[in-house]
């Protein structure tokens, strides 16, 4: 019972990662709806945290890294933060804002990211707020990405649990 809660929670987190690899609109991706989904349903800590990083991490290999990862991945930690927020009010209103807010969180420490590695944008607060404006065309793909894929993923694990009972009775 809990190795198939475990696998299905974590075949679920594999694909959502592989579909980073597929052609899509910028930032339409299911970076906050795997670290919320991870952190939502891994009940041990260590499993939240190191499942989706290690799913976005293999991704990542094979889209290549750049200067502002690390602020990618603390945009993805705080995510898996909010999924642990809400782990025991799982709903429709519950993941969405979580979703729109792991959106905002994420826009905010990469675009700060961005700026802060001074190659595209001055060191001043005009080069921050320039940092930022140029953000928000694909800001409305990323809020997008994360309220679909987060349904997605929410949805089909809670339609799985409906169909195989045995995935309700212990958490991961």
């Known amino acids: 019972m ?14 959502a990662a592989v579909a980073r690899l597929l052609p899509h609109l910028p930032n339409f991706t299911p ?8 952190g939502a349903y891994f009940a041990d800590k260590r499993l939240a945290f190191a499942v989706p990083f290690a799913a976005m991490f293999a991704s990542d290999l094979l889209l290549g890294f750049h200067s502002t990862m690390i602020f990618v991945y603390i945009g993805f930690a705080l ?3 909010l999924g642990m927020l809400i782990r025991n009010q799982i709903s429709i209103l519950t ?6 807010a792991g959106a905002i969180i994420f826009f905010l420490i990469t675009n700060f990211g961005v700026w802060l590695t001074g190659m595209m944008y001055p060191m001043t ?14 800001f409305r793909y990323s809020i997008l ?8 993923l929410f949805g089909a694990f809670e339609y799985a649990k409906y169909k195989l009972p045995a995935l309700q009775k212990v958490r991961v």
């Open 2 to 15: 809990l190795k198939s809660r475990y696998l299905v929670i974590t075949g679920l987190i594999v694909l």
């Open 31 to 38: 970076i906050i709806a795997i670290a919320l989904f991870g």
């Open 145 to 152: 990405g994360d309220l679909i894929y987060s349904g997605v």
């Open 95 to 100: 993941v969405g804002g979580a979703a729109l």
């Open 79 to 81: 995510a898996v933060g």
């Open 125 to 138: 607060f005009q080069g921050l707020i320039a940092s930022y404006a140029a953000g928000i065309p694909f």
